[in-house]
């Protein structure tokens, strides 16, 4: 109901501000490692006016996979007639919340945000709640109940993916009285889904620590004590550093290493090639088809990937976004119309206690050496005449 209101007060809104449309718009994001700042020109006048102003808030460009959706979905709604406003916040939650003020300074009619920090947006929030400008949240939850809707991948499944991953790999339902090693390494705290990667992961893999027939060495087997700090890799090289100095440097044998995503797994990856004594391949999991990681797939470091199809988010995105636009009752049947699998779910996510947020879920893939073709069937990436993969431009 609340959503309804807010949906017709933002057309009406939206026509009101249409007028202001046509400035010019930038991003940049001044992370070290971050690309060359980029700038936005924005959609012509005539197609601003036929869809009104986008305002998309990424969390960094450090990180490889926000430069995709950042472009994604910057050319889906400039390609749709929308005109769009694209920042970069640098990991930085004080930057993004003053990324945001200015969107709502500039007249946007929409908000599509990844969060830096789920819980650090309320002061850019409850703004855009006093404007009626409606909120998505993409791909990470916000927990405000400014948020109208949220976009991403099943989270869950993800880890329980790469939790199920381990148990076939190490075929842990035949181990008999083979205990094999293993270690864990999460995302960032601040992420709401941090949590459900390692939680789905956790809840495959429980059963095996329970029985023995997985040990955890190092005993660090708790969210907090493995999380890594907005998914930093040297913060990942560093822990699996100190973990293999203190309990593998007798020789004991490391079998696998549960990585909640790409960026964390390069880190481990890292740490294993220069710092563990044994000889065998330690399986390591890893999520979003970063190319280093792909490559260190095709070269054996890494064993796995969860591969989440970041152009079809913003499709869902931009579909969703039309149907806000146009007044439409927004239900299950929409998520049928994407052309992508995907599900309406009113019951995984809440904002605020006992709020539910509706949600589109796409679908995560595995993806290991043996299908790295799936990506290239994708059109997203291109198999290079030595078998790496370069996403395509
Ligand atoms: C998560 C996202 C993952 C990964 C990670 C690090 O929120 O779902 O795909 O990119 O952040 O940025």
């Known amino acids: ?24 718009t930038a991003s940049t994001d001044s992370d070290a490692s971050a690309d060359a700042a980029q ?25 490889e996979r926000w430069n995709r959706d950042g472009a994604y979905l910057d050319e889906q709604f400039k390609a749709a007639g929308y005109e769009t406003v694209l920042t970069y916040s640098d ?22 945000v990844a969060a830096i920090d789920g819980e650090a947006l309320n002061t850019a929030m409850n703004e855009a709640a006093d404007a009626n400008i409606p909120v998505i949240a993409y791909d990470r939850l916000i927990l405000n109940d400014a948020v109208s809707y949220y976009v991403s991948f099943d989270n869950y499944t993800v880890g329980t993916l790469q939790g199920q991953f381990i148990v076939d790999q190490l075929d842990l339902d035949n181990a008999g009285d083979t205990t094999y090693n293993i270690e864990l390494t999460a995302g960032d705290p601040a992420d709401n889904n941090a949590t459900y990667f390692f939680g789905g992961a956790m809840d495959v893999l429980t059963p095996y620590i329970e029985a023995g027939t997985l040990n955890v060495v190092s005993g ?34 490391l079998d ?18 220069s710092d563990y004594a044994g000889s065998n391949t330690v399986l390591i999991t890893g999520q979003d088809g970063d190319e280093a990681n792909l490559r260190n797939i095709v070269d054996g470091i890494q064993t796995m990937t969860v591969y989440k199809n970041v ?24 998520a049928d119309t994407f052309g992508v699998e995907c ?23 595995v993806i290991t050496k043996d299908n790295l073709q799936d990506l290239v069937d994708t059109g997203l990436y291109t198999m290079g005449d030595d078998g790496y993969l370069s996403a395509a431009n």
């Open 311 to 334: 152009s079809n988010e913003s499709i869902v995105t931009l579909g969703l976004v039309e149907a806000i636009m146009s007044g439409e009752t927004i239900d299950a049947s929409l």
């Open 91 to 112: 990991n930085d939650s004080g930057k993004q919340v003053n990324d945001i003020q200015n969107m709502l300074a500039d007249g946007v009619d929409l908000l599509i």
């Open 256 to 273: 696998a290493w549960l990585c909640s995503n790409d960026s964390t797994a390069l880190g481990v990856s890292q740490a294993i090639t």
């Open 1 to 24: 109901m609340k959503r309804k209101v807010i949906s017709m007060l933002m057309i009406a809104a939206m026509t009101a501000s249409l007028a202001a449309c046509g400035s010019t």
């Open 39 to 63: 700038t936005e020109e924005s959609g012509d006048a005539s197609a601003s006016a036929a869809g009104g102003k986008i305002g998309i808030s990424m969390p960094t460009q450090s990180l």
């Open 343 to 365: 599900t309406y779910d009113t019951e995984s996510y809440e904002t605020s206690e006992g709020n539910k947020c509706p949600s589109f879920l796409l679908v995560p893939n």
């Open 220 to 253: 660090q087997t708790d969210f907090d004590t493995v999380a890594t700090a907005q998914w930093n890799t040297d913060t990942a090289l560093e822990r699996a550093q100190n973990v293999l100095s203190s309990y593998y440097a007798d020789g004991t044998q």
